[in-house]
């Protein structure tokens, strides 16, 4: 028996919306296996639905995780997982997001929320510490996110009071709809938003007034002194409190990598008027920070005087920044701003509507959609009205706008006519703002993501580092530190989904701990032990990531998923990058890196299912019976 | 001329709203990660982007001192901070007399949430990487985090 001294609460809340049942389960010897977070989300969701399971039906549960850093003073120790089964990519829906409300969660005295079932009104959850109640929400049904916001700390009258809330696109069933906290801070991708639209569930808001304890202080705190040191000297450190991830636009740019106009180029010529530098330069107010941390890397801005005057809000982070400029063509700063102010108040990811726009840019471009299919709308690159409007007919599901409210996989298959090849999505998840032509070690992150085309799940960043020594050391090739190179990347990609996953699985920010290399196994081995008195290792940790992982695909490959899904869209395999830049004709060449990638995990090498071995010695057996009999050939 | 006592300054105009000062506050007085109890409490408006960092003041004339009917506040001779004494009986009138709403009684049993400066070493000052919070010493001495995060260009060019 485990016995959780602190860092954890100990506690899980399971709300049950059809009869409304409301129970709480005590946390057990799994923290050791999948330590928290999303870790923990995976191994409930595996067991909880199946390959029938309707996204979209009350059989489908969706889980909020706030990990074991959330709410200490580890800087950026401030996220929660959400995952359900994906109404929009039919495989495993899962996101994360920062700023208050994970914390929050944790002072009420949970780290895991597991709601279930469906309301038959528009409801609620106010989880106020021990006391959770389920809400009428009538008169909340078609408000936008900031004013749900805004009458839900009214009407409860207290603002520390922490909002996780869908907009009318979850409301009206685009499948691409988020879940947003603190206004902005969005747990984005896969449609988790949806998934509490069709459940009838407008919000759940949390306060805690209780503690998280620590098992040993005076440890915890030497450990944070030491990585305190390494924030504060860390050579990105002051860009970072600048620009945070906005800084990629001009980085990327650079590199010839950064989607314009739906990556028919990787350089965009107005790139500076759109940066992380100019935004910091002219609009930002302040910078802001997520719960207890010390890199502050996100913005208020404030739009003085323009189309947009008077537009004010905290963000944006890159995805959305490039995608209402470069992905879509517009160098206006202050549009961008609003293009994803729109997606935040509507409730949508911005990757996902970034891609849909674009792809519709892209297909009138070349004739493949005509005016009459577009209600009369002329979708050019950079035309602001338009896509403005686009976001408005998605969100409400008009015309054009019904067909791409399921993404763009779903709108190529409804055309036809070759948009296919143009729709830009792996395993039905849009692709972010990174051109991957350029950036192999991230293309096979892309294609390996267990949620679909995603950059969060690895970021190899390594591959930026030019440091063939280092490569060698920790990938067995040096050219495993450029991103130009193929070998190597296979390990590389493998070692920061472990990482990545690491991040996810203890809800404490990726910038810091994979992108700034701030902790590694060994000390989140170290902090947990630390917080919560339970024996862990560096290599325990590793494998209990691993072990996510793996899991993770097992999911997937239950859903169908296998090695030919483990693709590319075809643009970034065969049409060589245009433009005068550093990766000026780079396709992406996969096959060897697959294959790398597959004998690094131990997954067969034909299907990319993990064979027998592998799932037993991550201690999944149970999952190998699962899906065996479900006809699913598990190799030895 | 009366003594001049340490106070906490500050700059709500750049506070990053993260709240780190809360949870160091609560890691210091009460051994865990508590910002219901923490002495700093930093109020936002998440829409407008402001965020206010709201601490005791270490009133000359303190108001809750004046207040309180067991005479158990006392002044820390080193900080001038307004430390609560043994004879406490949790009534709530240091708090209902506080003009800054700083001091807070949670639950009839507990002892108020005062400021004590953390002796001279204020918690929350060691975490603000902005500097929205500052320490001021008895002395006149500025005291800040260890790091300042540069947060606009322009500062840069100061």
């Known amino acids: 028996m485990v016995v959780i001294r602190g860092g954890y609460t100990g506690k899980i809340l399971k709300v049950d919306l059809t009869d409304g049942r409301i129970e709480k389960e005590e946390l057990g010897s799994e923290v050791q296996s999948y330590l928290g977070g999303r870790g923990l989300n995976i191994r409930k969701l595996f067991s909880l639905v199946d390959r029938d399971t309707d996204p979209l039906s009350p059989e489908n549960p969706l889980l909020f995780s706030a990990g074991p850093l959330a709410g200490t003073l580890f800087p950026g120790g401030a996220r929660f997982n959400v995952s359900a089964k994906s109404p929009h990519t039919g495989i495993l829906g899962d996101a994360n997001a920062g700023g208050f409300f994970g914390p929050e969660l944790k002072f009420a005295g949970y780290d895991q929320l597991i709601i279930s079932g469906r309301s038959e009104q528009p409801v609620y959850l106010l989880i106020n510490d021990a006391r959770v109640e389920i809400r009428p929400a009538d008169h909340l049904w078609g408000r936008d996110v900031w004013e749900t916001n805004k009458a839900l700390q009214e009407e409860l009258g207290d603002n520390r009071m922490q909002v996780a809330c869908i907009g009318p696109a979850a409301e009206n069933g685009v499948t691409f709809a988020g879940i947003f906290a603190n206004l902005v801070r969005t747990a984005a991708r896969t449609g988790m938003g949806t998934v509490m639209g069709a459940k009838n569930l407008k919000a759940v808001v949390v306060r805690g007034r209780g503690c998280i304890n620590i098992h040993d202080r005076e440890r915890f705190q030497k450990l944070l002194a030491q990585i305190d040191e390494k924030i504060y000297n860390h050579s990105d450190y002051q860009n970072r409190a600048m620009m945070g991830t906005t800084k990629l636009i001009s980085a990327l740019n650079k590199f010839g990598c950064l989607a314009t106009r739906h990556f028919l180029a990787g350089d965009f010529a107005d790139a500076d008027a759109v940066s992380g530098e100019q935004l910091a330069a002219t609009l930002k107010v302040k910078s802001k920070a997520c719960f207890a ?104 599901r008009e015309g054009i706008g019904d067909l791409l409210a399921r993404g763009v996989r779903h709108a190529a298959r409804e055309l036809g006519r070759g948009t296919e090849k143009l729709a830009m999505h792996i395993k039905g998840l849009e692709v972010f703002q990174a051109d991957p032509r350029g950036l192999k070690g991230y293309a096979l992150g892309f294609a390996l993501a267990s949620r679909g085309g995603d950059h969060l799940r690895s970021e190899p960043s390594f591959e930026f580092s030019n440091n063939p020594e280092e490569g060698m050391r920790r990938y067995g090739a040096e050219e495993s530190a450029f991103r130009l190179e193929y070998k190597g990347k296979g390990r590389l990609v493998k070692h920061y989904e472990e990482w990545s996953a690491l991040s996810d699985c203890l809800s404490a920010c990726k910038n810091t701990i994979v992108n700034m290399e701030i902790i590694d196994f060994e000390e989140g081995a170290a902090l947990l032990e630390s917080l919560s008195g339970v024996a862990f290792t560096g290599e325990g940790v590793q494998q209990a990531c691993e072990r996510v992982l793996n899991l993770e695909r097992a999911f997937i490959v239950r859903e169908g998923i296998r090695r030919s899904d483990d693709t590319l869209p075809e643009r970034f395999l065969k049409e060589p990058l245009p433009g005068e830049h550093p990766s000026k004709g780079s396709v992406v060449e996969l096959e060897a890196m697959l294959d790398d990638y597959y004998k690094a995990r131990g997954w067969d090498l034909s299907t990319g299912i993990p064979t027998r071995e592998t799932l037993s010695r991550l201690g999944l057996d149970d999952v190998t019976r699962d899906l065996l009999a479900a006809g699913i050939p598990v190799v030895q | 001329m009366t003594k001049q006592y340490g106070m906490l300054i500050v700059d709500r105009d750049i506070c990053t709203g993260c709240r780190s000062c809360e949870v160091a506050c609560s890691l210091a007085h009460e051994g865990c990660f508590w910002p219901e109890k923490s002495r700093v409490r930093v109020y936002k408006i998440e829409a407008d982007g402001l965020d206010s960092p709201v601490v005791c003041r270490q009133c000359d004339d303190a108001p809750c001192m004046a207040a309180c009917p067991t005479e158990t506040l006392l002044r820390d001779p080193g900080t001038g901070a307004v430390l609560v004494g043994d004879d406490c009986v949790s009534c709530g009138a240091c708090a209902d007399a506080c003009p800054y709403g700083t001091v807070r009684l949670d639950g009839e049993r507990e002892k108020p949430l005062l400021c004590d400066l953390c002796g001279g070493e204020p918690a929350c000052v060691q975490r603000c990487v902005v500097h929205a919070l500052k320490y001021r010493n008895g002395a006149g001495q500025v005291v800040t985090a260890p790091v300042q995060a540069i947060t606009l260009p322009r500062e840069k060019l100061k």
Not at chain 1, 303 to 309: C, D, E, K, L, V
């Open chain 1, 293 to 396: 941390c010390t890199i502050p890397c996100s913005r208020f801005f404030r739009i003085p005087s323009g189309p947009y005057a008077g537009l004010a809000s905290e963000g944006p982070e890159f995805e959305g920044l490039a995608g209402f400029s470069s992905r879509v063509g517009c160098n206006d700063l202050g549009f961008a701003l609003q293009g994803v102010d729109d997606c935040n108040r509507l409730g949508m990811d911005v990757i996902t509507a970034s891609e849909c726009i674009s792809f519709v840019m892209e297909c009138y471009e070349k004739g493949l959609l005509s005016r009459d299919e577009l209600d009369g709308l002329e979708p050019r690159w950079g035309d602001q009205q338009v896509v403005r409007e686009l976001l408005r007919k998605i969100t409400f």
